[in-house]
T-cell receptor
Framework: DAKTTQPNSMESNEEEPVHLPCNHS???????IHWYRQLPSQGPEYVIH???SNVNNRMASLAIAEDRKSSTLILHRATLRDAAVYYC??????????FGQGTELSVKP | KAGVTQTPRYLIKTRGQQVTLSCSPI?????VSWYQQTPGQGLQFLFE???????NKGNFPGRFSGRQFSNSRSEMNVSTLELGDSALYLC?????????????FGEGSWLTVV
């Protein structure tokens, strides 16, 4: 199972939008793209997921490329509480999430 | 509703011992999966259970085992503990195994092997 590719770290200013990219060039047609984030000493927290079209929820937006080989998680206004490691995951089925190294997001006040 | 509950939260064991970790999924969730997180290897999938059956397994030695009960609660067991088994063990649950479902994680059990 191929892992996704994400930048190791990104930095943002508070109250500015953040775009976290993810490459999943070997994705199959039935794989959903899931995003989770993890704060220190906590379990991963679900952020958003999608299959083909863009998705929005109260936490974030997910923009999926037309060819599905990449996606972008968008935090519309970063807060200090958004500082975490963000994981982009291909999820096929059977509860098996294949985590990459994730992107460590830091937010500056 | 209550989230995924894992017990114990912290434990220390000696090499060679065994350990059992427990997970109570969100009410109504039938799929329970387990992950190991270490600084060196990151988050790695251990196994997944659905309706008391192991449906998927990661690349871990046979010392790692698990089971699921009829009420969907799950346990994982590690026998003959090694120092390298020190990790955060995470349990996650979801309603079914469809990839469109959201998976919810517990806070984890911190295992230290000395």
């Amino acid at each position: 199972d191929a892992k996704t590719t994400q930048p190791n770290s990104m930095e943002s200013n508070e109250e500015e939008p953040v775009h976290l990219p993810c490459n999943h060039s070997t994705i199959s047609g039935t794989d959903y793209i899931h995003w989770y984030r993890q704060l220190p000493s906590q379990g991963p927290e679900y952020v958003i997921h999608g299959l083909t079209s863009n998705v929005n929820n109260r936490m974030a937006s997910l923009a999926i490329a037309e060819d599905r080989k990449s996606s972008t998680l968008i935090l519309h206004r970063a807060t200090l509480r958004d500082a975490a490691v963000y994981y982009c995951i291909r999820y096929n089925q059977g509860g098996k999430l294949i985590f990459g190294q994730g992107t460590e997001l830091s937010v500056k006040p | 509703k209550a989230g995924v509950t894992q017990t114990p939260r912290y434990l220390i064991k000696t090499r060679g011992q065994q350990v059992t970790l427990s997970c109570s999924p969100i009410s109504g969730h039938r799929s329970v999966s387990w992950y190991q997180q270490t600084p060196g290897q990151g988050l790695q999938f251990l196994f997944e259970y659905f309706s008391e059956t192991q449906r998927n397994k990661g690349n871990f030695p046979g010392r790692f085992s698990g089971r699921q009960f009829s009420n969907s609660r799950s346990e994982m067991n590690v026998s003959t503990l090694e120092l390298g088994d020190s990790a955060l063990y995470l349990c996650a649950s979801s309603p079914e195994t469809s990839s469109g479902n959201t998976i919810y994680f517990g806070e984890g059990s911190w295992l230290t092997v000395v």
